[in-house]
């Protein structure tokens, strides 16, 4: 049983469409986390967030607490938006629990 | 600042050969961990630390060795490398637990 799931595990999109990508979780958490990873390999922190939402650029992460769900929103999807997104949730006792991630792909 | 550094970058290694990967951070982070990444899994906690001369397991880690004598540096080790060990490992660091982390570029282990 995976701690944290996402959907969809794989996305193609054109340019120019609201892409949504889900993360539901079933461990109490004390944050939430959203890592792209490009397809060179790295990874980088876009969001943590413990509730509400955040925003930066054209990228939106929203969680619902009692749901145990939190979304990424990207608008105006671009070819250079192309990754993996990962969603982790982390817990007061140095735990990180990682989804599979969501491949996209946005094509031109 | 460099952020987080692994070294090297790539590596093959015959069954039964030992190595260690090197982690560097320049940020004073006092939270360092490796971590694995396998096609179609979730990355996985193999060790982490909470400052110098403090490590713990993670999720899996048999196989690997670590220590942490300074706040930079944080050097995993395989002490007899198995083809299951075959994977990306990654090196990330973190001002305090659960808060946000910085990832190393990733080192690629091949063992034939």
């Known amino acids: 049983k995976n701690e944290v799931e996402q959907s969809p595990q794989n996305l193609t999109a054109q340019e120019g469409e609201f892409i949504t990508i889900n993360c539901s979780y079933s461990?109490?958490?004390?944050?939430l986390h959203w890592l792209q990873q490009h397809p060179g390999g790295g990874i980088v922190s876009l969001f943590m967030?413990?509730?509400g939402k955040k925003k930066h650029g054209r990228l939106i992460a929203t969680i619902n607490i009692q749901e145990k769900h939190s979304s990424l929103h990207i608008t105006a999807s671009h070819p250079r938006d192309s990754a993996v997104y990962i969603c982790?949730?982390?817990?007061?006792?140095?735990?990180?629990?990682f989804g599979t991630g969501t491949s996209l792909t946005v094509i031109p | 600042n460099a952020g987080v550094t692994q070294t090297p970058k790539f590596q093959v290694l015959k069954t039964g050969q030992s190595m260690t990967l090197q982690c560097a951070q320049d940020?004073?982070?006092?939270?360092m961990s490796w971590y694995r990444q396998d096609p179609g899994m979730g990355l996985r906690l193999i060790h982490y630390?909470?400052?110098?001369?403090?490590?713990d397991q993670g999720e899996v880690p048999n196989g690997y060795n670590v220590s942490r004598s300074t706040t930079e540096d944080f050097p995993l080790r395989l002490l007899s490398a198995a083809p299951s060990q075959t994977s990306v490992y990654f090196c990330?660091?973190?001002?305090?637990?659960?808060?946000?982390?910085?990832f190393g570029p990733g080192t690629r282990l091949t063992v034939t």
């Open positions: 990330a660091s973190s001002y305090d637990h659960g808060t946000e982390q910085y």
């Open positions: 461990v109490g958490i004390s944050a």
């Open positions: 967030l413990s509730s």
């Open positions: 982790a949730a982390s817990n007061t006792g140095n735990q990180f629990y």
């Open positions: 940020m004073n982070h006092e939270y």
């Open positions: 630390s909470v400052g110098a001369g403090i490590t």
